[in-house]
């Protein structure tokens, strides 16, 4: 099974801000790689998917790079409705899709 | 708009089993797949299984092997998870999402179902 390992698993983090969180894989995923928001109490949202491509209705401060075994969401200045966990998940080698454990995204 | 509407709380006694359901709208049911994500509380996200909506082929986790069914009804674009023999860690949200893949589980997950509450507690 592939390992996804997120950091850090949690930030706090002002308004306006810009936050970087990255996810490794424990091989190679080429850019199989995808990114959901999740609020509390809600189901997750995707955001990025393989790897750089924005979601339709994502806004556009959201982006994703990364290929191979490291990858990063940014969010370029951070917005009240970003604070949420974020995932990361992999879609290379299925069965079993894995996720990564998620990034915190606290007000600070 | 694309949608999918997951079935009610559940509370159940350990050995019970469940089934949750997911009616898709908005799309034609039987050109994707449907996986089963689930996560305890405070814990992050577990894939569970996959099943296509065009052939029924279905991947389970291993962990679960066993113990899980994935069922489909085309003729109401609704799918089904069973889980049997309920433990108490197998309490948890349990979400269905759309996948575009028909042939294995992943690519990516859009759009989610709500989500079903299932706690199992004596």
């Known amino acids: 099974d592939i390992l996804m390992t997120q950091s850090p698993s949690s930030l706090s983090a002002s308004v306006g801000d810009r936050v970087t969180i990255t996810c490794r894989a424990s091989q190679s995923i080429r850019k199989d790689l995808n990114w959901y928001q999740q609020k509390p109490g809600k189901a997750p949202k995707l955001l990025i998917y393989?790897?750089?491509s924005l979601q339709s209705g994502v806004p556009s401060r959201f982006s994703g790079s990364g290929s191979g075994t490291d990858f990063t969401l940014t969010i370029r200045s951070l917005q009240p409705e970003d604070f949420a966990t974020y995932y990361c998940?992999?879609?290379?080698?299925?069965?079993?899709?894995?996720f990564g454990g998620g990034t915190k995204v606290e007000i600070k | 708009q694309i949608q999918l509407v997951q079935s009610g709380t559940e509370v159940k006694r350990p050995g019970a089993s469940v089934r949750v359901s997911c009616k898709a709208s908005g799309y034609t049911f039987t050109t994707y797949g449907i996986s089963w994500v689930r996560q305890a509380p405070g814990q992050g996200l577990e894939w569970m299984a996959w099943?296509?909506?065009?052939?029924?082929?279905?991947n389970y986790a291993q962990n679960l092997q066993g113990r899980v069914t994935l069922t489909t009804d085309t003729s109401t674009s609704t799918a089904y998870l069973e889980l049997r023999n309920l433990k108490s860690d197998d309490t948890a949200v349990y979400y269905c999402?759309?996948?575009?893949?028909?042939?294995?589980?992943?690519?990516?997950?859009?759009?989610w179902g709500q989500g079903t509450l299932v706690t199992v507690s004596s």
């Open positions: 393989a790897a750089s």
């Open positions: 099943m296509s909506a065009n052939n029924h082929n279905t």
């Open positions: 998940q992999q879609s290379y080698s299925t069965p079993p899709v894995t």
């Open positions: 999402a759309r996948d575009p893949s028909l042939v294995a589980p992943g690519n990516w997950f859009d759009p």
